[in-house]
Every structure is written in C-alpha cells, then in structure tokens.
C-alpha cells in the first residue's frame, strides 16, 4: 500500500469519525432528555448526571467507529468528497440535535 493511500484511509475514517462520535453526543443528549429512563442509564458518575454517559458512550462510539472504518476502508478506499459529504451531513444532524429551540420541538 503505498503511502499516500495510507494517508488518506487514515483521514477519511478520523474525519468521519469525529463526525459520527459528535452526532452520538448529540443523539444521547437528547436522549438522556427526552426519557427519564435513560436519564438515569446515562449517569454513570452521579455528580454530573447524564452528561457523563453522554461522553463516555459518545467517545466509544467515535472509537469504534474510527477502528471500523479504518479496517472496513483499507480494502476499499472512498473517494474524500464521499467522506467530506458524510462528515458534513453527521455534523449538520449533531448542531440539530442539540439545538434547544429544536429540542423543545420534539
């Protein structure tokens, strides 16, 4: 594999993978919200309630996914304006997600 390659499936997986892991936070967010249920699932260090689970889940989720990517796309490499299209759409849904005036919507 030559290096440029590398260097690529190595930025496309990181960069759709933030992206993914943002829109996790967001989607646990609203979540942890909307239902008291998992409000208390989410709080796993009580003395920030649910925020804690928010950002342990959210930052495993961006973990895995970048390791899934990162393998999934080693055999076959995406075009990055594929990724930057994906990234993109991730990151518009997490600022909607957690955009108060939306959250009282829902």
């Known amino acids: 594999m030559s290096q440029d390659r590398s260097n690529s499936i190595s930025a496309c997986s990181m960069l759709v993978a ?3 892991g943002c829109f ?8 942890g919200n909307s239902s008291p249920a998992i409000n208390r699932f989410l ?12 950002l342990l889940f ?3 989720i961006f973990f895995l996914s970048w ?7 080693g055999k076959r490499p995406p075009s990055c304006s594929f990724a930057v299209k ?3 759409a991730l990151l ?15």
């Open 58 to 60: 959210g930052t495993l």
């Open 86 to 88: 994906i990234a993109l």
């Open 92 to 106: 518009t849904g997490s600022l909607l997600l957690t955009f108060p005036p939306l959250i009282r919507l829902l």
């Open 24 to 31: 996790a936070f967001g989607l646990f967010y609203l979540l």
């Open 43 to 54: 709080s796993v260090y009580p003395p920030s309630g649910a925020l804690s689970g928010v």
């Open 67 to 73: 390791i899934g990517l990162a393998v999934f796309w």
């Open 18 to 20: 933030s992206s993914v």
